[in-house]
């Protein structure tokens, strides 16, 4: 009896003594890529909301085959994330997000062609005619225009891997040529 007592408070204070080592699960290992897959399906819910528009409206059989491949792969990273496999949801968000900044090269260049287009023929008439409020709206026509193509200019030399980052700025860069052609129609 008192032979037990003994092993057992020897076992006790060993066990108290030792380091205990967390042992990592296959939980915690994917709650990083489930944040991951979320902030990806949120940041693409964004850029397909915006890109919609001009895509449905203007845009090229070229264009709008990008666009259903791009919507393609994230219903089905959507589906992967609801079949909670996080890192391949975020694999194909990536390949999405790859399409949109292609397509977003592709919009940008046309609507800023587009926009110095307007505003290069409409802009001997309003010097002719001498109204102050054409030529402020001419002028601000041709500063977004000269914005966007800075901000593209910047979303072109971000580094590859920042997807999102690149399109947020592709985004910029397009809202300023669509800024553009409003100024230019006013």
Partial sequence: MNFNKKILTLLLIISMTAPAFSQRTKSSLSAG?????ERGLKNSRYFFFFINTTVSNSGTEKEKGIYAEAARRDLLARILYLKFEFHHSFTEV???????????????????????????????????????????????????????????LIADNLPETNYSIRLYEYIKALKLAKYAKRYALI
């Fill in 33 to 37: 890529q489930q944040r991951h897959a």
């Fill in 94 to 152: 990536k390949k999405s997000q790859l399409l949109l900044i292609e397509l977003m090269q592709m919009l940008t260049e046309r609507e800023m062609e587009n926009a110095m287009s307007l505003l290069h023929e409409f802009a001997p008439a309003v010097l002719q005619t001498g109204d102050s409020a054409a030529k402020k709206y001419l002028s601000l026509g041709y500063r977004s225009s000269n914005e966007s193509g800075k901000v593209r």
